[in-house]
Every structure is written in C-alpha cells, then in structure tokens.
C-alpha cells in the first residue's frame, strides 16, 4: 500500500517564526510535491522536486524553501512565517508523468498568529 | 491558458439519489484529467483517470466520469449515492507529454448527502 506520512498533524506558530513540515514517503517515488489548500483557491502548488538533492519551483513558491534529502524525505521551510501561510498544507509523491496518479498525505494544519 | 473549473462549490443530494459533479477544463491538446475525493482529515484520493479511449472511465466505488471533448468537460457521475460519500470532489488536470506529474485543481465540490 502506498504511503505518504507528513508531520506534524497540526502546528501553530507566530508570525516571523521558523517552521519545518515533513514528509516522507515509502512508494519509491521519485517525485515529491507540496501543495497548499486554501477556500476559494483550491490546491495550489508550492514546490516539487525529482530526486534527492533536486528542487523545482511551483506556482506559488513565494516565502518557502524546501529541500528533499532523500527520495523518501521532502520537507517545506518557513523561515518567517506570516499569518498569509496559515494554510493546509499537502505533500504528496508520483511517479512524475502525467498519467500517474499523486498519493498524498493527510496534511498537516499551519496557524501563523 | 491551463485551468479546471468546478461551477458548483456545493451540492446537496438524498441518498439513493443520482448524482452528477460538473468539471470543465481549459486546455490546447486532450489533457490527462483525474477525479480526487477528500474525506475529512484526510489527504486526497484518487477516484478515477482519463487519458484516452472509451470517453466513460469506470471508478472506484461505483463512480464514473464521462470525457467530452467537444464540451471539454469530465462530469462525475454515480447512480445511487450513499451518505458515506460525503466528501470534497476535486476535478484535476495534468497536462500532456514531458510533464512532471503536476496537477492543476479545481476549487472542489462539497458532496454532502442528506440520509
């Protein structure tokens, strides 16, 4: 069974605070993706990468950094978060071409006060 | 330019009833295009993909989509709902050959089904 973990399940933080969200995945994938879920925006993309090491720049990229340290690891950095960030945030993992299907984690919940 | 519409951000049904979730898309060539269903606290799910052949793709859980390229649509359809189906639906995307995977959303349908 595929499997995408992310962690924490939940965080809040305040605003210009340092916050790492992880995610791992155990599907031999070699593409890893972070998404964040917002009402009125549906999903959007923030980053994604194709292997350890590599990164590639989403639609919506602005005050995140990631870095996938292995093709299990891929974590989203905020490095001063602002309560704009306050979001649902998804990390998910494919195959990398188009007919492939994403199999995504439960998400993890950001409050920025 | 590339986009997913859902033109019904809720959709309220009797179970047993039939059901049909609107998708349109906007896209050059004959995209790739998947149905994801959300249970709450839960990550997306696939349901069902189209990318070529019999325009009607059979799913999980008795759903099934059915392509128009003429009406560039991907309507999702189920004959009987069950109050378990409850969910967010997504209509997505993914455009053609040499993409990385990445999928373009809709903003989601709320399913909710009343008993």
């Known amino acids: 069974e595929a499997a995408v973990t992310q962690s924490p399940r939940n965080k809040v933080t305040v605003t210009g605070g340092n916050v790492t969200l992880s995610c791992r995945q155990t599907?031999?994938?070699?593409?890893m993706y972070w998404y964040r879920q917002d009402t009125g925006h549906g999903l959007r993309l923030i980053h994604y990468?194709?292997?350890?090491?590599?990164?590639q720049i989403g639609d919506v990229p602005d005050g995140y950094k990631a870095t996938r340290t292995t093709q299990e690891d891929f974590f989203l950095l905020l490095e001063l978060a602002s309560p704009s960030q306050t979001s649902l945030y998804f990390c998910?993992?494919?195959?990398?071409?188009?007919?492939?299907?994403?199999?995504f984690g439960a998400g993890t919940r950001l409050s920025v006060l | 330019a590339q986009s997913v519409t859902q033109p019904d951000a809720r959709v309220t049904v009797s179970e047993g009833a039939s059901l049909q979730l609107r998708c349109k898309y906007s896209?050059?060539?004959?995209?790739?295009l998947f149905w994801y269903v959300q249970y709450p606290r839960q990550g997306l799910q696939l349901l069902l993909k189209?990318?070529?052949?019999?325009?009607v793709v059979q799913g999980v859980n008795s759903f099934e989509a059915e392509f128009s390229k003429s009406n560039s649509s991907f309507h999702l359809q189920k004959a009987s709902v069950h109050w378990s189906d409850s969910a967010v639906y997504f209509c997505?995307?993914?455009?053609?050959?040499?993409?990385?995977?990445?999928?373009?959303f809709g903003l989601g349908t709320t399913l909710q089904v009343q008993p």
């Open positions: 998910a993992s494919g195959l990398g071409s188009s007919q492939n299907t994403l199999y």
């Open positions: 599907n031999s994938h070699n593409y």
């Open positions: 990468s194709y292997g350890a090491g590599n990164l």
């Open positions: 896209y050059s060539a004959t995209p790739y």
């Open positions: 189209y990318y070529s052949g019999d325009p």
């Open positions: 997505a995307l993914s455009p053609g050959a040499g993409n990385t995977g990445k999928l373009i």
